[in-house]
């Protein structure tokens, strides 16, 4: 039980410090314990650590080591591709060599021979499709195309240019440092692909999720399987376990032959257990990801829709009332909505009034302008306008 306590407590672990690193900045989360923890692994230890490590190592080495840093986590770099490839191939040649020999099996049969090969070129194919396709990088040829391709509503989207790219922002759009580029209904950068998913790759990161996803799955069952194979072939399924105190013979429950088998074979164990972890994650991921997608939203918007329901509870998000006073502050947006600096009437200590306008205080009052159906949604997502 050492070696299954660890292993569980590790990916306990992990997954925790995962979730804070990738929600602890929602506005939801910003006061909470998670949100605290985010801004000690992000803030707090890192400042601790050059503070200290400029003392021990020297200034020099700590400017290297940043250098380091920077290339690592903060650009373009194919390590988290080659962690993702040398897990996913170490693990199979794991199986091969302890697990193939199994099937078929008393509960797998001459079919899984030849599936199995046809699963696993498959999730190599989606994830090869997922690396390579391009996102939507925004350029001075498609910059019009992409203009014309979604309204700003004035509240996420707002009219202005890149001030890195030297170009007008389109609507759903986001500068990513990584890609060098603004990238069409930015998603999020992943660096697990190594390329920000967007306009272009969306279906294409959204195949490897479900291929992995199916996988995994498929692993499970795959591994279970060989365990009760195991069970019937050492007769684990007719043994009795004989009480010290009395003498009675107790039929060994199904739970303790897989812990037994665990313990004499404990790659095949870890592998299923490895698995079904990253299958739940995966599943919650994807989920999010279609929800996500049948909102008409992304990754990004979402978190810009946070901060618009976080500006609704400050009264900073206000809408027009009056067309002409739009069209004289501003013209360009789909919406009568957008942000206000809040001013404090010295008077009466509130939000002083403005003309023509009124203050938010409903967040349900606000549409989604990208919103345009499931159906529609999906299609968006599922085969994006060609550009």
């Not at 770099?77 to 040649?93: D, H, K, M, R, V």
């Not at 700003?152 to 389109?170: A, I, N, Q």
């Not at 810009?304 to 006073?325: L, T």
């Amino acid at each position: 039980m050492g070696f299954l306590t660890f292993l569980l407590a590790y990916l306990a672990i992990l997954c925790s410090i995962v979730f804070i690193l990738l929600f602890g900045e929602s506005p939801r989360l910003r006061n909470t314990p998670v949100g605290s923890a985010h801004r000690f692994l992000t803030e707090m230890l890192p400042r601790f650590i050059i503070k200290n490590g400029k003392k021990v190592f020297g200034e020099r080495s700590i400017a290297r080591f940043y250098g380091v840093y920077q290339y690592t986590c903060e650009s373009r770099n194919p390590f988290l591709q080659l962690f993702f490839l040398f897990l996913f191939t170490g693990s199979l040649y794991l199986f091969f060599i302890s697990g193939w020999k199994e099937v078929p099996g008393p509960f797998l049969s001459q079919f899984h021979v030849y599936f199995i090969p046809v699963e696993i070129l498959f999730t190599y194919g989606c994830y090869y499709a997922a690396c390579a396709a391009d996102p939507g990088i925004i350029t001075k040829d498609n910059l019009q195309k992409y203009m014309d391709m979604y309204p700003y509503d004035g509240l996420t989207f707002e009219p202005r240019d890149c001030s890195t790219c030297k170009m007008p922002k389109p609507a759903r759009s986001k500068h990513c440092s990584m890609c060098k580029g603004c990238v069409a209904r930015s998603d999020h950068h992943c660096a697990w692909v190594n390329i920000c998913v967007g306009h272009n790759n969306h279906r294409y990161f959204l195949s490897f999720l479900f291929a992995l996803w199916q996988f995994l799955i498929y692993a499970v069952y795959v591994t279970f399987s060989i365990y009760r194979g195991k069970i019937q072939q050492w007769g684990l399924d007719n043994a009795v376990i004989k009480d010290a105190l009395t003498g009675k013979e107790i039929p060994l429950s199904f739970r303790k032959a897989m812990l037994y088998i665990l313990q004499e074979d404990r790659i095949i164990g870890a592998l299923g257990i490895l698995s079904a972890v990253v299958c739940v994650i995966i599943f919650c991921f994807t989920l999010y990801q279609l929800y996500l997608s049948i909102r008409g939203m992304t990754t990004n918007e979402a978190f810009k829709w946070e901060m618009v329901q976080d500006g609704v509870s400050k009264g900073e998000i206000w809408k027009f009332e009056e067309k002409e006073v739009k069209k004289e502050i501003a013209p360009s947006t789909a919406t009568d909505f957008f942000w206000r600096d809040v001013d404090m009437d010295p008077k009466t200590g509130r939000i002083a009034p403005m003309k023509g306008a009124r203050m938010v205080r409903d967040f349900a009052e606000i549409p989604n302008i990208y919103d345009r159906g499931l159906l529609k949604n999906l299609a968006e997502v599922l085969f994006p306008a060609k550009v």
